[in-house]
């Protein structure tokens, strides 16, 4: 096992990464930029090295700096959380040329699912169901074509798109012509590439993704599925798991497609397969996610697996010691992000936690970035925290997910308290009627009740 890791990158996903560390005896570096200097993860490792001011551009995002701090402090291995550089082809490879250990999949398999065309084509191939569309990027004319063949509505995508940037759901060929060219130019400026396909509209769906682990030895198994449908302008704000939409005979047949998934482009340590699910229970590769996810400590929940652990044995070598038939599947876990926003706009809210009170009781978790004095700057992702609850059955984490946010309190800055407060009261959330339109029609009814 590495004797050091570098942890490229900040808040609560390098505490967690950092705690699992200790208890195995791993050494860690932290990474700094300036807002961060008296950050919790930087308290918490055994090193810290100041990279840069606080904008990511100038810091978390500069590849050669981080590859220096790992060389400058004997660092065998580096860790890019999630987010950052976790899906960046030139991170792991700078990190790999340097003699180093990436704590991640293949260079080839990030770069095999970072165009969402090429992955539609590795997943055809491999015998995982797609959505219906493009098998290439198109331009305007064959989206035209393409779509009047398929029928409206038709879902016009980027290729290298993420957070819905660049994504519309179009009626008919007016409507396409009229926005094509806008999104192309959107996705152009955000990811520095225009290149579009179409789907078919996948209506009311789900959004379940498995949670798959691989060793370098070609042997890996799916830890189940998460439910992350629950979801507001494309950030997740409540996971859980299991779905409580699926049952055991699709459950296996989506933890098979997703070791299909992950076997076709050589994956190995910790990922991600996305689909989507309709309402006849079709399931559909949406992408795959070649990092850690935000909301793997549900997954940890009803398994017992520490996932960290795993991705750092995995990427010393070790073999993955465990058969499908043997991973655990025990209760029922939910996980609600805190965010540092804005209730009614849905906006960043900066400013200084005056105070911080976190609940506790059997079965809580509390993943947090911040303590009472931290000041949350616009620089980084307003989530402070994680709250994950685990119960012996759904209701029973409902319940304790409920008594947990009740007793959560953070005062000097606006949260999404209140509304985790409402989705874990409402009757629909009880009766699992989890759609991506989920919050949606919370808010409208709340709006118009006031
Ligand atoms: C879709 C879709 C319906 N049909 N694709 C893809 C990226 C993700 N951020 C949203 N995506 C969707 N792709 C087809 N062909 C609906 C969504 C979607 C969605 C999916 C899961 C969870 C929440 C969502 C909210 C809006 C749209």
Redesign the pocket.
């Known amino acids: 096992m590495f004797r050091k890791l570098l942890i490229a990158n900040r808040g609560e996903i390098a505490r967690r990464i950092i705690r699992t560390c200790r208890r195995m005896g791993i050494a860690t570096v932290a990474v700094y930029s300036d807002a961060d200097e008296s950050a919790l993860h930087v308290r918490e490792a055994d090193e810290a090295v100041r990279i840069g001011p606080p904008p990511v551009a100038q810091s978390y995002l500069q590849i050669d700096a981080l590859v220096q701090a790992a060389l400058g402090t004997a660092a065998e291995a580096v860790h890019p959380g999630y987010g950052l550089l976790s899906e960046h082809p030139g991170f792991a490879r700078a990190v790999r040329q340097a003699g180093l250990v990436f704590v991640g999949p293949s260079t080839d398999a990030i770069a095999a699912m970072g165009s969402k065309i090429s992955a539609r084509n590795v997943m055809r191939t491999a015998g995982v169901p797609i959505?219906p569309?493009s098998d290439a990027g198109v331009d305007l004319a064959e989206a035209l074509s393409l779509a009047a063949a398929m029928g409206y509505p038709v879902?016009l995508?980027a290729a290298h798109?993420?957070?819905?940037i660049g994504?519309q759901?179009v009626h008919d060929a007016d409507e396409l012509q009229k926005v094509f060219a806008a999104n192309q130019a959107r996705a152009k400026s955000y990811f520095g590439n225009g290149e579009m396909f179409v789907?078919?509209?996948?209506?009311r769906?789900?959004?379940v993704e498995f949670q798959v682990l691989f060793d370098e030895h070609g042997h890996g198994v799916y830890l189940w599925e998460r439910e992350?449908?629950i979801?507001r302008r494309?950030q997740k704000v409540v996971e859980e798991a299991p779905s409580p939409f699926l049952d055991a005979e699709l459950r296996l047949m989506m933890g098979e497609a997703a070791l299909r998934a992950a076997r076709a482009i050589g994956y190995s340590n910790a990922g991600t397969v996305e689909f989507?699910v309709d309402e006849e229970r079709r399931f559909?590769f949406?992408?795959m996610n070649t990092r850690l996810q935000v909301e793997h400590p549900v997954t940890e929940a009803i398994t017992g697996l520490d996932l960290v652990e795993w991705q750092l044995r995995i990427a010393a070598g070790e073999p993955l010691d465990l058969s499908q038939a043997d991973v655990p599947f025990q209760g029922h876990a939910i996980e609600c992000r805190i965010y540092a926003e804005d209730p009614e706009k849905f906006l960043p809210s900066p400013g200084t936690i005056t105070s911080l009170r976190l609940p506790s009781g059997d079965g809580v978790r509390n993943d947090v970035a911040v303590e009472s004095g931290s000041v949350v700057t616009p620089f980084y992702d307003p989530m402070i925290g994680k709250l994950i609850v685990h119960g012996a059955d759904r209701s029973q984490a409902i319940d304790r997910m409920t008594e947990a946010l009740t007793a959560y309190d953070v005062q000097g800055i606006r949260t999404n308290l209140a509304l985790l407060r409402k989705v874990m009261a409402s009757e629909a959330f009880a009766r699992g009627e989890t759609t991506?339109?989920f919050l949606q029609i919370l808010m409208t009814r709340q709006n118009t009740q006031t």
Do not use: A
């Open positions: 959505v569309g879902m995508k798109g993420g957070g819905g994504m759901v789907e078919k509209v996948v209506s769906p789900r959004h992350c449908s979801q494309h989507l559909y949406l992408e991506t339109d």
